[in-house]
């Protein structure tokens, strides 16, 4: 027998909201740090009353999470992994997130929301500044809890990595014009670096119920892993607002420095709380992308996102499922080198050995591209991915052509058919030389007779 309530919720996906279910008590999604998710009274009220929820709103927290089924909004649901990833990160230069509450008790709109102020007047003053902004710059909600890291009215600032404390509503156009505008400082409070890498998971449940069920136990398992691994201090996660993408839920956006010590907005899609420690290993541990989740980055267009992944698979020679590395370009002194490679150094194949923890090859082909001083990563990725279309076919394949898995360094060695074709050469040389050699001869016996 059909749920009616279950059949009106698949009509409407606004219907999930806070307390309005007759036959069912609302309660928080289940996660082991649960209390995150709670409503907690210390965040309601606040000097400035920027926090209050005046005339009631969400306080009520959340929706049931019984009513939601995971084979239809989890990971198990019938279009997990089913779109591409890559190119669906809409363009942006800066990312502004204020700590404000919790997913409980976020409104679908929270930007818009009639009683939460200092979000509602933070995203109209940057809506209404946007034309006088350098940077594109993107608005996100993430959780705020008095007494710890993450305050409510804390403002955290990325690529910029730095944080500003205790923003109420009476400051927001200040903020904005002196911060956004003006890029300078915001005088009432003065900022603080940020260290480490900064992760965000959305778990928006009331704007989507995928959101809502994938993202908090993500945030578990990241938890989880952290504290096993010892990283509290060196990497943090939250739980953030709606960032666009509903279907590639779990959706996650890692903060954090490359090789270069720049700070990029890495986004994945369809993670899964396995996917955790892929994660952590791969692209905070080792400063590669996850390319099979890798959905985009800040700073680059739709279409640069898509030649970036091109490029690493192309010097890498691997497949959507391979782990990529995240600088696939170098630069050194104005040159763009980027070394392909055919095995992995780590599985022992290939000509390339490692040794006191350098690499060396017995091969280096090499593909250059001159760029000047003020070139940076993107335009080289741009440069790059225009220069290798009109490279042969034989090198794109045997670039391609290896099998191997993690991030390699690994000299491409000549293929057999180039090493036959080399020796028949000189074999066909060889006899051509005996043939003129005994013509000659001929010719001077019949002229001595």
């Known amino acids: 027998m059909s749920n009616p309530l279950l059949a009106s919720i698949r009509e ?90 919790n997913p409980q008790v976020w409104p679908p709109r929270i930007e818009a ?9 933070l995203a109209a003053a940057l809506s209404a500044r946007k034309p006088n ?52 400082e915001w005088l009432p409070g003065s900022p603080e670096s940020l260290r480490g890498w900064y992760i965000f998971v959305c778990c928006h449940g009331t704007r989507d119920r995928r959101c809502g069920v994938c993202g908090p136990s993500i945030i578990s398992k990241f938890k989880n892993e952290i504290e096993n691994r010892c990283l509290q201090g060196k990497v943090s996660v939250s739980p953030c607002s709606h960032i666009g993408g509903h279907k590639y839920a779990g959706n996650v956006i890692i903060f954090g ?4 010590k720049e700070v990029i907005g ?6 899964m709380p396995e996917d955790v420690p892929l994660l952590l290993d791969q692209h905070i541990g080792r400063g590669e992308v996850v390319d099979f989740l890798w959905r985009g980055q800040m ?35 104005g040159i763009v080198t ?5 095995a992995s150094q780590f599985d022992g194949t290939g000509c390339c050995q490692t040794n006191g923890g350098d690499s060396s090859c017995c091969q280096n082909p090499v593909l250059q591209e001159k760029s000047g001083p003020d070139q940076d990563s993107e335009e080289a990725v741009l440069n790059f991915a225009a220069e290798k279309k009109r490279r042969s076919k034989k090198q794109v394949l045997r670039n391609n052509g290896a099998k191997r898995r993690g991030p ?18 000189y074999a066909a040389l060889a006899v051509l030389g005996a043939a003129v050699t005994v013509a000659f001869t001929y010719k001077f016996y019949k002229q001595m007779s």
């Not at 420095?257 to 270069?260: E, G, H, L, T």
């Not at 890495?266 to 993670?271: A, D, L, M």
């Open 12 to 101: 409407d996906p606004l219907l999930l909201l806070s307390g309005h279910h007759p036959s069912s008590s609302s309660s928080p999604i289940a996660v082991s740090d649960a209390d995150s998710y709670l409503l907690d009274p210390s965040q309601i009220g606040s000097a400035s009353g920027s926090f209050q929820n005046d005339g009631g709103g969400f306080l009520g927290g959340g929706y049931d999470a019984a009513l939601i089924s995971e084979s239809e909004y989890g990971f198990a649901r019938p279009d997990f992994r089913q779109a591409p990833l890559v190119g669906t990160v809409e363009p942006y230069e800066r990312h502004v997130f204020l700590c404000y509450k």
């Open 113 to 121: 929301a009639e009683f939460d102020r200092l979000p509602r007047l």
């Open 133 to 184: 902004m350098k940077r594109q710059t993107r608005l996100t909600i993430c959780e705020g809890r008095d007494g710890t890291e993450t305050s409510n009215g804390d403002v955290l600032i990325f690529p910029d990595m730095i944080r500003y404390r205790r923003l109420t509503h009476f400051d927001v156009e200040t903020f904005v014009e002196e911060v956004l505008v003006k890029d300078g």
């Open 257 to 260: 420095p490359n090789s270069n």
């Open 266 to 271: 890495h986004w994945y899609g369809y993670v």
């Open 299 to 333: 700073g680059l267009s739709e279409e640069e996102q898509k030649q970036s992944q091109e490029l690493r698979y192309l010097v890498n020679g691997g497949t959507h499922t391979d782990t990529i590395t995240m600088d696939s370009t170098q630069e050194n002194e």
């Open 338 to 342: 980027v070394s392909t490679c055919g």
């Open 408 to 425: 390699s360094k690994v000299c491409s060695m000549p293929t057999w058919y180039e090493s036959w074709e080399r020796e028949d050469t």
